[in-house]
C-alpha cells in the first residue's frame, strides 16, 4: 500500500555532513509516523530517529546520533529527511526508512507496516 524509497546515501569522509531523504507514494502521507534505522554488516538493525504524525512535534534519537543528527518531513513532498553532521566511520551501513501508524512501534522497530530498501551510506576515516 505504502512505497518508501530512500535517497542522498555516499561515500564521505569523517567529519562529512549529508542529508537522507526517503519518498513516501501509496498512501496518506501524513498518518504516518516515520523513522530512520540503519544496519552495518553484520549487525542488526538498529534505531536512529523517529519522528511523530502528523507535523513531527515528538521526534526521538538514538544516544549514538543526538545531537548530530536531525530528523524533520515535509508533508506537502510526502518526504521524510535525516540531516547527519559530524560523521564518523561508525555511521557507515545502510540506512532504511520506516512508516507506521503507531509511533511506539516505528520508535521500537517492532511491527513496522512499510520499510524502504534502504540507501548505502560509507564513512571513511
Known amino acids: 500500500q505504502v512505497h518508501l524509497v530512500e535517497s542522498g546515501g555516499r561515500l564521505v569522509q569523517a567529519g562529512d555532513s549529508l542529508r537522507l531523504s526517503c519518498a513516501a507514494s501509496g498512501g496518506e502521507f501524513g498518518l504516518y509516523s516515520m523513522g530512520w534505522f540503519r544496519q552495518a554488516p553484520g549487525k542488526e538493525r538498529e534505531f536512529i530517529s523517529a519522528?511523530?504524525?502528523?507535523?513531527?512535534?515528538?521526534?526521538d534519537y538514538a544516544d549514538s546520533v543526538k545531537g548530530r543528527f536531525l530528523i524533520s518531513r515535509d508533508n506537502s513532498k510526502n518526504t521524510m529527511y535525516l540531516e547527519m553532521s559530524s560523521l564518523n566511520p561508525e555511521d557507515t551501513g545502510i540506512y532504511y526508512c520506516?512508516?507506521?501508524?503507531?509511533?511506539?512501534?516505528?520508535?521500537?522497530?517492532?511491527?513496522?507496516?512499510?520499510w524502504g530498501q534502504g540507501t548505502q551510506v560509507t564513512v571513511s576515516s
Open positions: 519522528i511523530s504524525r502528523p507535523n513531527g512535534r515528538t521526534t
Open positions: 520506516a512508516a507506521d501508524f503507531s509511533y511506539g512501534s516505528v520508535k521500537s522497530g517492532n511491527n513496522v507496516a512499510y
